[in-house]
T-cell receptor, first 113, second 112 residues
Framework: EAQVTQNPRYLITVTGKKLTVTCSQNMNHEYMSWYRQDPGLGLRQIYYSMNVEVTDKGDVPEGYKVSRKEKRNFPLILESPSPNQTSLYFC????????????FGQGTRLTVV | GENVEQHPSTLSVQEGDSAVIKCTYS??????FPWYKQELGKGPQLIID?????GEKKDQRIAVTLNKTAKHFSLHITETQPEDSAVYFCAAPPGNGQNFVFGPGTRLSVLP
């Protein structure tokens, strides 16, 4: 089954403790992206990647890191999480960027206390 | 860069009525216009899309219309049902097609 898989689905952590949210897709897509969703603010893009070893900042990249060492994986790293990073996070992939259908993961609800 | 606006932000309709959500975009080179539906607790999912060489596309109760001259496109849902209640996002990639730019979303409530 074609899918984008995020882990974990739910995470509660403390300020400053490094964490990684994993994202994997099995569709051989070139493009992957991370979004955060907060009430009333829609989907805000954090980082995106057009292919292996190619990443670029989205609208809200501060406090986040990403890497794209393999085509299928695109982890999101919070080196020192803060409470303002409490949010619902989505990973997405598409065959070739914005001109093709985006497939979203189920989301990761992160709480930083 | 591309700017995508979406209206209204919330919409309530009676079951059986029609719903229309409109998006405007700024990059005249954009050529792909999808609509996504996000149900509670899930990620957004594509429901219909249209490319710039087509003015209208239908799929059962949903349709999308595109006006490239005016740079806007609309989602039409007819005979709404309670399961249509969700948040709907439009998107328009910039002309280079590299990235997604989503609208802010519309929360649709279908009242029984």
């Amino acid at each position: 089954e074609a899918q984008v898989t995020q882990n974990p689905r739910y995470l509660i952590t403390v300020t400053g403790k490094k964490l990684t949210v994993t994202c994997s897709q099995n569709m051989n897509h070139e493009y992957m992206s991370w979004y955060r969703q907060d009430p009333g603010l829609g989907l805000r893009q954090i980082y995106y990647s057009m292919n292996v070893e190619v990443t670029d900042k989205g609208d809200v990249p501060e406090g986040y890191k990403v890497s794209r060492k393999e085509k299928r994986n695109f982890p999101l790293i919070l080196e020192s999480p803060s409470p303002n990073q409490t949010s619902l996070y989505f990973c997405a992939s598409s065959l070739r960027g914005g001109g093709t259908e985006a497939f979203f993961g189920q989301g990761t609800r992160l709480t930083v206390v | 860069g591309e700017n995508v606006e979406q209206h209204p932000s919330t919409l309530s309709v009676q079951e059986g009525d029609s719903a229309v959500i409109k998006c405007t975009y700024s990059d005249s080179a954009s050529n792909y216009f999808p609509w996504y539906k996000q149900e509670l607790g899930k990620g957004p999912q594509l429901i219909i899309d249209i490319r710039s060489n087509v003015g209208e596309k239908k799929d059962q109760r949903i349709a999308v219309t595109l006006n490239k001259t005016a740079k806007h496109f609309s989602l039409h849902i007819t005979e709404t049902q309670p399961e249509d209640s969700a948040v709907y996002f439009c998107a328009a990639p910039p002309g280079n097609g590299q990235n997604f730019v989503f609208g802010p979303g519309t929360r649709l409530s279908v009242l029984p």
